[in-house]
């Protein structure tokens, strides 16, 4: 009776070893896959390159220089679901690559399944920007970056929580050490690596770029439709024009201004009023760029116009007047006495086709701005080739 029960107990214990080996041998892979990992991090100066005419007026904060480690980090933050109080959201839910950094909607939904008070901005030549949000509340993007991870209504969750969620993690530790020295995770660090990240989605080769550069032949109503972009009109000298310039002048196609660009009389939302308390600030809110701006439909601060043509149409006849209203929109018209801009449809057509001359399909196809997650489950989904 012992003799078996001596032989179950061998077989027992030879299990325990051949499972023992098995757990060593995968803890084994997992370590030599983590440190292959790290290995494959870039590291050193992150080098910017963009055009010579978008000029060196950069906002870089000297303790967040930007780093090739940085910047990886902070792409993988970018689009990290865990910084959510119901881990599914990231920063890249609200700011997709192919709708150029925005996401669709006129207002976002967050994790409680409550919107957004506001449009959601492109994410596009932010390295050149000194303030942020449609009411410029934030005056660098890691300060920004802290509004959507807090906000109850967005990403919902506690700084402290997204630490602890990281520190939890067999990646991040590891990879906050690679950039900052050490594999203490914090707030700040956080939101630092994500501002790297950002400062990094530059849009600059557009067909507007490469016309600018000599390497593209507009089309006859792309050249027209520059023209009344960049003119204001004048009916006294017979010159006519969209009056854009103002505001989306220059290559980079936007000013840091605040405008009320006549969406109401009386503004629902007080834009930045609501931050200086002054009454000539009612309804004006940042210029966006209008780079890719064919792909960040819908339009405006509340994403009230669906299709650029309304926008186009707004401009042209409907704006409102309004103690706020910005001085560029005031009394210009293209007819003699005029009350608004009133364009011809001809010109509405030749305007709309110089804006789709500003779509970068580079930029919302570019690799290094992707999500990580998705670029890698393409790789191992590729069918070889025959």
Wanted: charged share 20%; proline share 5%.
């Amino acid at each position: 009776m012992k003799y078996p029960h001596k032989k179950q107990s061998n077989y027992s214990k030879r299990s325990l070893r051949v499972i023992s080996g098995i757990f060593a041998l995968l803890f084994a892979i997992v370590a030599l896959a983590f440190t292959n990992h790290k290995d494959s991090i870039p590291t050193g100066d992150y080098q910017f390159t963009y055009p010579a005419n978008f000029g060196n007026r950069i906002n870089i904060p000297a303790d967040n220089p930007t780093t090739q480690q940085g910047v990886y980090l902070g792409r993988l933050l970018f689009y990290e679901t865990r910084l959510s109080a119901n881990n599914k959201l990231s920063c890249g839910s609200c700011h997709q690559q192919a709708k150029a950094f925005t996401d669709g909607l006129a207002l976002s939904k967050g994790v409680d399944d409550s919107l957004s008070t506001r449009n959601s901005m492109s994410l596009a030549n932010l390295l050149w920007a000194r303030k942020f949000f449609w009411d410029g509340r934030a005056t660098s993007l890691e300060n920004q970056a802290t509004f959507p991870l807090t906000n109850p209504h967005e990403m919902g969750q506690t700084i402290q929580a997204s630490v602890n969620k990281l520190s939890q993690s067999n990646m991040y530790p590891g990879l906050f050490k690679v950039v900052y020295g050490d594999s203490s995770i914090t707030g700040l660090r956080i939101v630092k690596a994500i501002a790297q990240f950002e400062r990094t989605l530059i849009s600059a080769n557009s067909r507007y770029d490469q016309y600018l550069k000599n390497s593209y032949t507009p089309t006859p109503d792309e050249l027209k439709g520059m023209e009344l972009f960049n003119r204001g009109p004048d009916p006294e000298k017979n010159i006519r024009g969209a009056n854009c310039a103002h505001c989306h002048g220059g290559p980079k196609t936007y000013m840091e201004l605040f405008h009320n660009n006549g969406l109401d009389s009386l503004p629902a939302d007080q834009g930045i009023a609501a931050i200086t308390g002054l009454a000539g600030d009612k309804g004006r809110f940042k210029v966006p760029t209008l780079r890719n701006i064919a792909l960040t439909a819908p339009y405006m601060h509340d994403g009230r116009f669906k299709t650029l043509d309304e926008v186009i149409d707004h401009y042209s006849e409907h704006i409102k007047q309004s103690a706020s209203l910005s001085s560029f929109l005031q009394h210009e018209s293209n007819e003699p006495g005029g009350t608004s801009l009133k364009l011809l449809p001809k010109e509405k057509k030749q305007l709309l086709a110089f804006l789709n001359m500003l779509t970068d399909s580079a930029f919302i196809n570019n690799p290094r701005f992707s999500d990580p997650k998705l670029v890698s489950s393409l790789h191992q989904n590729k069918t070889p080739t025959q």
